[in-house]
């Protein structure tokens, strides 16, 4: 087995020296000076009497520390929780519960560690696992288990298709205890030697912020959700930054949740930046994504990566259930009943949940969920693509669809809109059911319109539509 520590220490050889690793404000940490507080952090973990096999759960806010925090804890072979401290009190009991952490690494212990220079200590032979809690859109947050070397050959298998090497320089803006959040936007850019940005996790209030803050630390590479996308398409008021995006930003990935058509469109327009969508999950990890210059076709999320393949779980062309077999596979999921790790139980390929298929010439095209997929009377309605014409509308900013409950057709279908500025809702539903009538199938006009200033989201960006269906 691969020992962590080594391998850890290769990576943070890898991007050499004196060069930038992390920038926070007006703080930037070299390589060097990376190796040198994971040595540090180590020691003093090492002090507290943690040891291999242990497990830390990491409650700290985004920034350096909890960037030392985890590369700490696999230097020491631990098994590390990333917990979003922003969660309710109860996610974190949870959490705790189920997990079994021997140390809660909180703004208040961190203080207490002892932080004195020490002799770096050893490296152990275990390979630290990480315990990566999804966001429970349907229920309580389940934790996914994936070794270190499996999330750091994951993230040298991405740079290697996307390009992305020693010159990035990448802002991270990610809630950083999700997956998305450490292997997409602080593994993934230094495996590849480059620069994590370290900029405040974004909000409507820092999107004002967001493109001065991309400039002035001449960010060349971005991760971004597709809720993100719309924010900074709807604030933009020139073209002063998309002069400087077509130049300067050489990756622009999206991830997290499907990006519509509408927003794609908008954020080309406003920024004259190719968004490359990509597909994964916390279980199977990075799967596919699209790459510069490759022909963008709607629904598509990229080439496989390497090793990667998928399967279609029906007799039909284009809406079969997806299963991945991939080698980036989790080891299993936590055992909420005894805090172990359940590796007997994990399906090969893998169940993803999402409908779609792989196209010819190898694009994999997700045409929606299976558990959000509606039954009107015997009749599949997806409602992605109900979404996708919706957000066409000029009088829509965003929609989310969903079955609900009906006497007589099972379910019907619900759609939940956010209207753009100036538009009212009695209008705006007269036009909108027009519009829908001459470009949907019968079966998937929304039977019911409900209009939202925001639609419920989780910290990831997510929709959480358990929370419209149980509000309507």
């Avoid at 969903?402 to 099972?410: A, E, T």
């Avoid at 379910?411 to 059911?433: H, R, Y």
Wanted: contains cysteine.
């Amino acid at each position: 087995m691969m020992q962590s520590a080594d391998v850890l220490a290769a990576v943070i050889q890898q991007g050499g020296g004196e060069r930038p690793a992390l920038v926070q404000g007006t703080q930037v940490l070299s390589y060097q000076g990376l190796q040198e507080q994971v040595w540090q952090m180590a020691a003093s973990l090492s002090k507290h009497g943690l040891g291999q096999g242990d497990r830390i759960a990491l409650m700290l806010p985004n920034g350096l520390n909890l960037v030392v925090g985890y590369l700490a804890a696999i230097h020491l072979g631990l098994t590390f929780i990333p917990v979003n401290p922003d969660l309710p009190k109860t996610t974190h009991d949870y959490i705790k519960q189920v997990s079994r952490p021997h140390l809660v690494l909180d703004e208040k212990k961190l203080a207490e560690l002892t932080r004195e220079a020490m002799p770096p200590p050893a490296g152990h032979h275990a390979e630290s696992v990480g315990i990566f809690f999804t966001s429970g859109t349907t229920g309580q947050p389940k934790g996914v288990c994936h070794g270190f070397v499996n999330l750091l050959v994951n993230a040298h298998t991405f740079n290697q298709l996307t390009g992305l090497g020693a010159d990035c320089r990448m802002m991270h803006v990610f809630p950083m205890t999700y997956m998305a959040g450490f292997l997409n936007t602080v593994l993934s850019p230094l495996a590849a030697g480059g620069c994590v940005v370290l900029a405040p996790m974004f909000s409507p209030q820092f999107a004002l912020h967001f493109w001065p803050y991309a400039i002035s630390n001449q960010v060349n590479a971005l991760w971004l959700s597709p809720t993100m996308m719309a924010i900074l398409a709807r604030l933009n008021r020139g073209r002063q930054v998309a002069t400087w995006a077509e130049g300067a930003l050489h990756h622009l990935f999206v991830g997290t949740a499907p990006l519509s058509a509408a927003v794609r469109k908008s954020f080309q327009e406003n920024f004259s930046v190719t968004p490359l969508e990509s597909y994964g999950m916390t279980e199977t990890l990075l799967t596919s994504v699209n790459l510069p210059g490759q022909d963008w076709q709607p629904g598509s999320v990229g080439r496989l990566l390497p090793g990667i393949s998928v399967i279609q779980q029906s007799e039909t062309e284009q809406d079969g259930q997806l299963l991945v077999d991939t080698p980036f596979i989790m080891q299993g999921y936590l055992d909420p009943q005894d805090g172990s790790i359940n590796t007997a139980q994990v399906p090969h390929p893998f169940p993803t949940g999402d409908m779609g298929y792989v196209t010819s010439a190898g694009d994999l095209l997700i045409t929606g969920r299976l558990k959000d997929m509606i039954i009107r009377g015997g009749v599949n309605v997806s409602p992605r693509a109900v979404e996708e014409v919706l957000l066409v509308h000029q009088a829509v900013r965003e929609a989310a669809v969903v079955g609900l409950p009906h006497d007589i057709w099972g379910e019907e279908v619900g759609a939940f809109v956010c209207l753009e500025d100036g538009w009212l809702p009695k209008q705006a539903e007269a036009e909108l059911m027009a519009y829908l009538k001459v470009n949907l199938p019968v079966d998937a006009v929304p039977g019911r319109m409900v209009f939202l200033q925001e639609l419920p989201r989780n910290t990831t960006g997510k929709v959480l539509k358990h929370k419209l269906v149980d509000g309507a």
